[in-house]
């Protein structure tokens, strides 16, 4: 059933929820648990106010960029690295759509007209989510832990640590093949240590690939662990 959802969402505004998905995804995400996933896609978009008053809040954590700025992809790719931490750490809900074609930079000014698809996260999946960043970018492994705990994928940390990357994170650049190299692993350890995902990672895979697609077609290192800091203030 889901897999035939996704095949209808081809040529659609939700097409680029999709573009991470493989086979073994469907294995490891409980179906009742994606319906509820999609139900709340589809009743957030079908109510353009809720999304308005989404995008309003997420487009005050847009960093500011100078005209010489905008014209420097890695500006540009740290302002959109920060926008993707600031929106999980300081809401409860992300608009997904940070891919290159969602903005528009000027001398000076940065516009975001994103497609209007939002997620409001559930509790606590987000707190585990964070506990994982926070985890990761602030070299704590026991809040890194914490998070895999929460979320039962304590096997897939080696995982998670190859999501995230190697080294201090200062220069690294983005590939989209990567990050769906990696998901899938993610997935893989959960097909073989017979757990599930929470249903949330298809949001979580959603955003992350507009995000990825968005900072690969800049073609510069960018300073990831720099802009998480910038963002929460570390």
Known sequence: MIQTLFKSLRGTDWELLTGFVSPAFFDVVPTLGMARVFGKLVKDYANPAEFEKALKKARKTVPRLSA??????????????????????DFDAAVLDVRASAFEFKPGKVTWSPKPIYYEWDAKFLAAL?????????????????????????HAKDAFKAHFGSGDQSAVTFSLAAFKKSFQAIFESCKKNKTRLHPDFFALGAYLLCLYEHLEALEVPLDVRGAFDAATHA
Not at 69 to 74: A, I, K, L, N, S
Not at 145 to 154: H, N, T
């Open 130 to 154: 964070r506990q994982l960043y926070g985890g990761f970018y602030r070299d704590d492994e026991v809040e890194f832990r914490a998070g895999l705990a929460a979320l039962d994928l304590e």
């Open 68 to 89: 010489a700025e905008c014209d420097d992809p890695m500006a540009r790719g740290r302002a959109v690295l920060e926008l993707y931490f600031r929106q999980i750490f």
